[in-house]
């Protein structure tokens, strides 16, 4: 029997302007290079709110309140439950941690697709709830 998905945020962090918080993973990491919302896995006893604080503070440096969870979907290979989360900036500008983060920046949902490599099934998932 297959082991269940583990459990992952993405964060979706919003300015007033419509652009998304976007980064692109540092080398080390998995998919490195590739640009996502920012994202990590929900540790064991924790909740989805406190994950996407606590890795917006370890990735970012940034302080976030959780607001709502947007959808569901799995990663492209399966092995995680992705919970989309919007949140919203406390105070500050991100000052990424350079062993998770090689780069970020402020992206308008359009500018998304020619960011690469990236993931095709976020970018379907953010059209989706841009147009909801």
Do not use: C, N
């Not at 092995?79 to 989309?84: K, S, T």
Request: glycine share 6%; no cysteine.
């Amino acid at each position: 029997m297959p082991e269940p998905p583990r459990e992952a945020v993405m964060i979706l962090i919003r300015r007033a302007d419509g652009r998304l918080l976007v980064v692109r993973r540092a080398a080390g990491r998995p998919r490195a290079g590739y640009w996502s919302p920012p994202s990590g896995r929900i540790e064991a006893g924790e909740d989805a709110a406190s994950a996407v604080r606590r890795e917006a503070r370890e990735e970012l440096g940034l302080e976030v309140r959780p607001l709502r969870e947007l959808a569901r979907s799995r990663s492209d290979d399966g092995a995680f439950l992705l919970r989309w989360w919007e949140a919203e900036a406390v105070a500050g500008e991100p000052l990424p941690d350079p062993a998770e983060v090689a780069e970020w920046r402020w992206a308008a949902p359009a500018e998304l697709p020619t960011l690469g490599p990236h993931f095709p099934e976020h970018l379907q998932l953010l059209a989706d709830l841009e147009r909801r």
